[in-house]
C-alpha cells in the first residue's frame, strides 16, 4: 500500500512538472498576445520635397522623414536636395536633387521666421541653365515648413546677392514670391502680376505636382485666373495637365484672413453619386491659391454645403 501510494505520488509529481516545462518553453495565446501588444511602431511623416523631373520642371513631391527636430529635419532635405548626398536613396525614383555634390552646410539658423544658411563654396558650383532653378528648390522645400518664412543664403559668411553665373541680382531675402518654373508673358513692364498654378505630372504610379508661377500682365482676380488656367489645357506646354474638367462653374467665392471659400456647381464631383471630388483637382486648387494668395485653409461648397476642406501641406 505504501509502496503504491509512493509511486503515485512520484508520477504526479513528475506529471507535473511536465506540464510546467511545457508552459514555461510553449507559452499560450495570451502570452503572445501581451507581447504584441507592447510592440512599439515608428511614426513616419512624409515632407514635400522639390526636384527635377526629367522635363527640367521642379516638381512637388515628398520623402519620408521621421525626425522631429525642426533643425535635424532641415539639414535632412538640404542633404537630400544634394548631387550624390547618402540620402539621395530616400528620393523618388526619376527626379533628381540640384544643389552641387560636395556642397557642404558650414552653419545656419533660424529665429523670427528667418532662416540663415552657409553653404560651403561647392555651392557655386551650378549649371548656368540650372542656378535659378537651384534658388527656386531650396525656397520652396524650406518654406513648406510654416516656420519658415524667409531665407539667407551665405557662402563661406558671404551672403549671396547675385546668381554666381548669370549675375541675376536676389532679393534681399528669399520668399515664395520669387517664383518657380517662371513663365513670362509680359507686354509691358506696368501692372506685373504673378501667380503659381500647379498643374498634375505622372511617372508611372506617382502623381506628382509641376508649380508653374506665370509673370505677365493679367490684373483679374487671382482666384478666377487660377480656375481658369486649370480648367485649359496649357498653351506653352502640352505635358502640363489638369483635371479641372472645362464644364466646372465657379459660382462664388469667398476671402477670408486665412481661408477661401470657393462655391461650384456640380461639376466638380468626380462621382455624383458618392459626392467626391478628385483628390487631384482638390490638390491643384488648393496648392496653387496657398502659393498665390498665401492662405491655409480652401473649402470647397457645392449648393451651400462643405464638401471638402484642404488644410496645411
Known amino acids: 500500500m505504501l509502496k503504491k501510494s509512493a509511486l503515485r505520488r512520484i508520477l504526479t509529481a513528475t506529471l507535473a512538472l511536465i506540464i510546467a516545462s511545457i508552459l514555461y518553453f510553449f507559452p499560450n495565446n495570451n502570452t503572445l498576445y501581451n507581447i504584441k501588444q507592447n510592440t512599439n511602431y515608428i511614426d513616419i511623416n512624409k515632407t514635400p520635397i522639390y526636384l527635377l523631373n526629367k522635363e527640367n520642371y521642379l516638381i512637388r513631391t515628398s520623402i519620408v522623414s521621421s525626425d522631429k527636430d525642426e ?18 536613396e ?5 527626379f533628381n536633387p540640384i544643389i552641387p555634390k560636395n556642397t557642404k552646410i558650414l552653419s545656419l539658423s533660424l529665429e523670427n521666421n528667418l532662416l540663415k544658411i552657409n553653404f560651403s563654396k561647392e555651392f557655386l558650383n551650378v549649371n548656368k ?3 535659378e532653378k537651384l534658388i527656386e528648390s531650396i525656397i520652396y522645400t524650406l518654406t513648406e515648413n510654416k516656420n519658415i518664412k524667409e531665407i539667407m543664403i551665405f557662402i563661406e559668411e558671404k551672403k549671396l546677392e547675385y546668381l554666381p553665373q548669370t549675375n541675376i541680382k536676389l532679393p534681399n531675402t528669399l ?16 501692372n506685373i502680376s504673378k501667380t503659381t498654378i500647379y498643374y498634375i505630372g505622372k511617372e508611372e504610379d506617382l502623381v506628382y505636382y509641376i508649380p508653374v508661377t506665370k ?7 487671382k482666384i478666377e485666373i487660377i ?7 496649357p498653351t506653352y506646354e502640352t505635358n502640363l495637365l489638369s483635371y479641372l474638367a472645362s464644364s466646372v462653374k465657379l459660382l462664388n467665392y469667398e476671402t477670408l484672413e486665412n481661408t477661401i471659400n470657393l462655391t461650384f456647381n456640380n461639376e466638380i464631383f468626380s462621382d455624383f453619386n458618392n459626392n467626391n471630388i478628385l483628390e487631384e483637382v482638390k490638390y491643384s486648387i488648393s496648392l496653387s491659391l496657398k502659393d498665390s494668395l ?7 461648397l457645392v449648393d451651400g454645403k462643405v464638401i471638402s476642406t484642404f488644410k496645411g501641406n
Request: charged share 25%; net charge negative; no cysteine.
Open 294 to 300: 498665401h492662405v491655409e485653409e480652401v473649402n470647397f
Open 227 to 233: 480656375i481658369e488656367e486649370l480648367k485649359s489645357s
Open 129 to 131: 541653365d540650372q542656378e
Open 215 to 221: 509673370i505677365d500682365n493679367n490684373q483679374n482676380n
Open 175 to 190: 520668399t515664395r514670391d520669387f517664383g518657380i518654373n517662371k513663365i513670362y508673358d509680359l507686354t509691358n513692364i506696368k
Open 90 to 94: 530616400n528620393l523618388p525614383k526619376n
Open 71 to 88: 533643425i535635424n529635419q532641415i539639414k535632412y532635405l538640404i542633404s537630400s536636395l544634394t548631387i550624390d548626398s547618402e540620402n539621395n
